[in-house]
């Protein structure tokens, strides 16, 4: 499996990212800087790992969401590559349009970090397969801007679409109908709050992430 991390000023889950693809997949990914113009070619997964891009100016994730490099990511997503935008890279997603929606301050006004306990409501996608009859999972949050917003049609879209995949067990920062992530209305793109990348090695105190890299790889 070809995978790549995009860096950018200011992430901090890159190396995270990039150590949890190598654990799964067995090969460790490209990683691209924000100012290269085009992502390697053959790849089967992107991923926009976490942090403060460009320091969080403007909005979360608006100026990342204007580097060179994102508009072949966004390309080679119109076209079907799978991407997974975590944290960050949620709000990258977001913010470049590849998923609808916004991702406001937390409902408390303070940074989260904690284990938090989370309901897979899809488990028949590209980044959920593996988790079979598993519902129920614990990734690491770590945001201070993670409250997802989105009027009621929009919602009920994603709801009736098939497109949460993710929906939190006790909501720490606000997000509308619980929504901890959600795909694109093709399936190829996920973004989330929740760290899974945080969760692949039992040194993490779980290892319940791995499945959204293991269904990627076609496992389960």
Known sequence: MKTAVIVFPGSNCDRDAAEA?????????????????????????????????????????????????????????DSGLPVLGVCNGFQILIEAGLLPG?????SGLLFVCERTPLQI?????????????????IFPVAHHDGNYFADTETLDQLESGGQVMFRYLNNPNGSARDIAGITNAAGN????????ERAVD???????????????????
């Open 202 to 220: 039992p040194a993490h105190g779980g290892t319940d992430g791995r499945g959204v890299f293991e269904s990627l790889l076609g496992r389960g």
């Open 121 to 137: 409501e899809n488990t028949n996608s590209r980044f959920t397969r593996a988790y079979g009859d598993t519902r129920e999972v």
């Open 21 to 77: 693809l190598r654990i799964v997949t067995g090969q460790a990914p490209a990683m691209i800087w924000h100012q290269e113009t085009s992502l390697p070619d053959g790849l089967d997964l992107v991923m926009i790992p976490g942090g403060f891009s460009y320091g969080d100016y403007l909005r979360s994730g608006a100026i990342g969401a204007r580097s060179p490099i994102t508009r072949d990511l966004i390309r080679r997503a």
């Open 189 to 196: 793109v996920l973004g989330m709050m929740p760290h899974p």
């Open 102 to 106: 916004a991702l406001m301050r937390n």
